[in-house]
């Protein structure tokens, strides 16, 4: 039987992509929190993936950090073994990984349509697919958990807000949230469970300049009716959530974890 408290992860095991910053760091530390060893994929900078997971470490649980990029089909299958070799069969999978190259919509160019879709899109096909096939080998292990896996996307109130300007970030979010369902009608029949976060405005380097120019938290918190930019652990705790036996009858849907955002707060004063 899994542990008593459904929130516990104890004696599971946890990838998640880009866990070097941001969301997918906090992701990283509330599912050590909660018991996972977490092995701790990120593209560029190694140091602050260590630096990540020896912070796992400190909270008693087994970490590895391993390079790879998404968007790349040997990376991702070479970063899945690694994973596994150091910390044994996985049981959840966060595709957390993801960027964006804006631009006026006439003005964007192919390389940047192409960065962002496959990092963001192609990038979440890749990890999933992996991530089904080693839940698959793995088989059940009842004694951790209800299910056979676990699979959360991040990504973004974007796959339903249109964005001007980011017409390729919201097209790979839009694409996401078909593809994160879609998989989970296929595959939750085998006890593979798939979800998704939709953060809304989150204080990570993906927004950095946007918050630190001039007037522009201002302008960001005009968008979010809880009156505050989100923390990465607002984010983080949710995967954690969606990842443990406590959200076990939760099945393809996508969380919004954005404070209000996607509530046309436009309309607050009476339209
Ligand atoms: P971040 O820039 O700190 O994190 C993104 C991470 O993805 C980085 O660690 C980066 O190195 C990694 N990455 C980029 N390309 C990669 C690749 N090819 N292979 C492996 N790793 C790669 O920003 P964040 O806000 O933490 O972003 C995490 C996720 O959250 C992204 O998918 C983003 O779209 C989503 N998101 C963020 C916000 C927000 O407001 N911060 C809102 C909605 C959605």
Redesign the pocket.
Known sequence: MASSDPHSLSGQTALV?????????AACLELARAGADVAV?????QD?AEEAAAAIRALGRRAIAVQ????SEGDVAAMFDEAENALGPLDIVVS?????RDAKFAEMTLDDWDTVIR??LT?GFLVAREAVRRFRKKGRRPETSRALGKLIF?????QRIPWAFHVN?AAS?GGLKILMESIAQEVAVEGIRVNAV??????????KLEREKAGGLEAMLQLIPHGRV?D?ED?GRVIAFLASDASDYIVGQTLFVDGGMALYPGFRGNG
């Open positions: 992509t880009g866990g070097s910053s941001g969301i997918g760091r994929n990120y593209h560029g900078s602050a790879g990029d998404v968007g957390n990984a993801g960027l964006q990092t963001n990038g991040d990504s973004s109130v974007h970030y979010k939709a953060p809304g405005a989150i204080a990570t380097d993906i927004n989100g990465p984010v």
